[in-house]
Nanobody
Framework: VQLQASGGGSVRPGDSLRLSCVAS????????VAWFRQVPGKEREFVAG????????YYADSVKGRFAISKDSAKSTVNLQMNSLKVEDTAVYFC???????????????????WGQGTQVTVSS
């Protein structure tokens, strides 16, 4: 599945942003879709994930209560609503799809075989 990510930007601490990931070539049916983020010199980090079939969601501890992942079946889109943004949320965010799960979501990057282009999120005062 081909993915297109959008929605990054530069905001101040406490602000909100919404990222979107669209399946441009097919649908997310049968996949788990996740958002990862990466800063220079560090490994790609799991942020949030959603299993398209079961709609179960998963979050990294660092974003629980602030971020929300959701799906829009009609638009083949997975959104990541990011509230109460912090400086440490600054990163390039990637969406990814994993075709090898039934109801859960895996949190390691090597499980995902489709990746969208990154979108920069910068949080600074």
């Amino acid at each position: 599945v081909q993915l297109q990510a959008s929605g990054g930007g530069s905001v101040r601490p406490g602000d909100s942003l919404r990222l979107s990931c669209v399946a441009s070539s097919s649908s997310f049916r049968g996949h788990s879709v996740a958002w990862f983020r990466q800063v220079p010199g560090k490994e790609r980090e799991f942020v949030a994930g959603l299993n398209w079939n079961s709609a179960r969601t998963y979050y990294a501890d660092s974003v629980k209560g602030r971020f929300a992942i959701s799906k829009d079946s009609a638009k083949s889109t997975v959104n990541l609503q990011m509230n109460s943004l912090k400086v440490e949320d600054t990163a390039v965010y990637f969406c990814a799809a994993d075709p090898n799960v039934i109801v859960s979501t895996r949190t390691w990057a090597t499980a995902y075989d489709s990746w969208g282009q990154g979108t920069q999120v910068t949080v600074s005062s």
